[in-house]
């Protein structure tokens, strides 16, 4: 079992920044993928940023250039730098974990919300 405990959601204005952590603790597999996806109301979830073990990174189009995807590999914790934030970037952003090629598990969820 992983569990995941998420900090750094909150409101800001259209062109701020934001920082979420995402720290892992359990069981972890040396080969995991650490990562946030994103849910806006009436939309289905969707992959925002991912980042592996070994460090390989994967960005949605509409964040590349604003967000970057890092991570503390000793402290099992991720991080998602989100600059220029834009009001469609308003949604419930989830920490996920994938296990090896195996299991995944969820955070609860951070509301960032982006005014106009």
């Known amino acids: 079992q992983v569990q995941l405990v998420e900090s750094g959601g909150g409101l800001v204005q259209a062109g701020g920044s934001l920082r979420l952590s995402c720290a892992a603790s359990g069981t972890i597999f040396s080969f995991n993928t650490m990562g946030w996806y994103r849910q806006a109301p009436g939309k289905q979830r969707e992959l925002v940023a991912v980042i592996t073990s070994g460090g390989s990174t994967n960005l949605a189009d509409s964040v590349k250039g604003r967000f970057a995807i890092s991570r503390d590999g000793a402290k099992n914790t991720v991080y998602l730098q989100m600059n220029s934030l834009k009001p469609e970037d308003t949604a419930v952003y989830y920490c996920?974990?994938?296990?090896?090629?195996?299991?995944?598990?969820w955070g609860q969820g951070t509301q960032v919300t982006v005014s106009s």
């Open positions: 996920n974990f994938l296990q090896g090629f195996g299991a995944t598990y």
